[in-house]
């Protein structure tokens, strides 16, 4: 029935539809608008739109890490406004958290003020908090202006956005995503900066190189909160092949000896997605069950699992503060419970043990969400900072030969300038005059126009000379760069290193195989 209804022609003669048809292609251009436009990272600069634009509109508006930091308002604002016409709620959203410790491995956005809290806190209203671009931001935003990205229009027209950002090192992976979109989601995990630039170096010295040894240098994800992963290497692999899969976090613990023979279990990193809060709430749950709805009285699996904590937990404290991020005590009923019965019954029943699941879903090069393998990122990764690379390159080149160009006019003049003053005082239209009396381009001309006599005096002639041979060997290095693929990858294999020794640091989460907690 459905399949009969048609839509009334269109007024300029255009195609009429059947109402199935119209709201199958409406519905395919929301998909793609949820896909494209705000759910799913782009391999690229490892950002989703909304991201891009609060990072591109905080750098036009001077906010470096060494600047001054403004209202957070201030920003959304201007995002708003100029780039991103959605809620605010939205875009501040996204602007916290790129400022969280604890949800990014990395951030990108130096928060002063509340800025939301591990335990689910929300941060503080946009017109309490500041804000301002962290040091590694610049990875993201450093060569915006040397041609290596293409703009487009934004919503309006009247401003060019960039259509992704020169990212110098693979941020999809070092901050990792979260999304979901229209039939599809994202969950990349972080990964260390060292270990992804050790990874990048193999993939880039040998295209071909195999997953196993990638794993060998980066063995697993890095959370920004620690922990560990007890996955096993092979499922770890598999992850890593597929690009799809979970793997087994716990938190991280230590045994704090106390006086008279006692003891308490410290907590001091846990699993992504776990905060002190929520694991209270868990204990609070066992030790003080609420009858289920439906229910006149506890099940017997409640009662007997409440009796199993209580026989072996006295209490717990989150005890949290300036001097530890997470700091969660549990004491026992008493010192002679063995530690490791207590260590599983807190992992089996609480979020201190849990999945997290992996997704590696993205925006490629073409502009197609699909879930990819490492080595396929990596590859893909390469090939776009390459590309990348080759444009800056172009750019700095264009930009060295018209200084050339401009100083070789300067240098033909330099000893003939009385000659040039008489020549612009006599004559109405001195500019074709110059060009012919000395050989100028229109462009040489126009600048010796410009230019202040004092700029043409016998010193100046001496800088000139030594500015147009440091420009000369600039060329030739520019030029060999672009005129082998092999030096443009070297060239690139050296940005690396030289971002991994400025912006490195040790992994946080241990990977090491355990077995499952199991009451």
Known sequence: MLEQQTLFPASDGGETLTLAAFAQRAYLDYAVSVVKGRALPDVADGLKPVQRRILYAMDQMGLAANARPVKSARVVGDVLGKFHPHGDSAAYDAMVRMAQDFSLRYPLID?????????????????YTEARLTPIARLLLDELDEGTVDF????????????????????????GASGIAVGMA????SHNLREVVAALQLALKDPAVALDELLMVLPGPDFPGGGQIISARADIRELYASGRGSLKARARFRCEELARGQWQLVVDELPPGT??????EEIEELTNPKVRAGRKSLSAEQQQLK????????????????????????EPRTAK??????????????SLETNVPVNLVMLGRDGRPRCKALTEILAEWIEFRVDTVRR?????????????????????????????IALIRGSDEPKPELMRAFGLSERQAEDILEIRLRQLARLEGIRIDQELAQLRKDQAALGKLLGAEG?????VGREFDDDARKYGDGRRTLIETAERAVA
């Open 111 to 127: 928060g002063q003020g509340n800025f939301g809290s591990r335990d689910g806190d929300g941060a503080a209203a946009m017109r």
């Open 152 to 175: 487009g229009a934004n919503y309006d027209g009247s401003q060019q956005e960039p259509k992704w950002l020169p990212a110098r090192l693979p941020m999809v992976l070092l901050n």
């Open 186 to 189: 994202t969950e990349i995990p």
């Open 275 to 280: 905060s002190a809060q929520k694991v209270l």
């Open 307 to 330: 009796q199993v904590v209580l026989a072996q937990l006295d209490s717990v404290r989150d005890e949290a503060g300036r001097d530890a991020a997470v700091r969660l005590v549990f």
């Open 337 to 350: 419970i063995e530690r490791d019965a207590f260590v599983t019954m807190l992992l089996a029943h609480t």
């Open 392 to 420: 800056r390159s172009r750019h700095r080149l264009a930009r060295v030969e018209d200084r050339i160009h401009i100083l070789e006019g300067r240098q033909a003049v330099l000893l003939n300038i009385d000659r040039v």
């Open 487 to 491: 030096a443009l990858r070297r060239q």
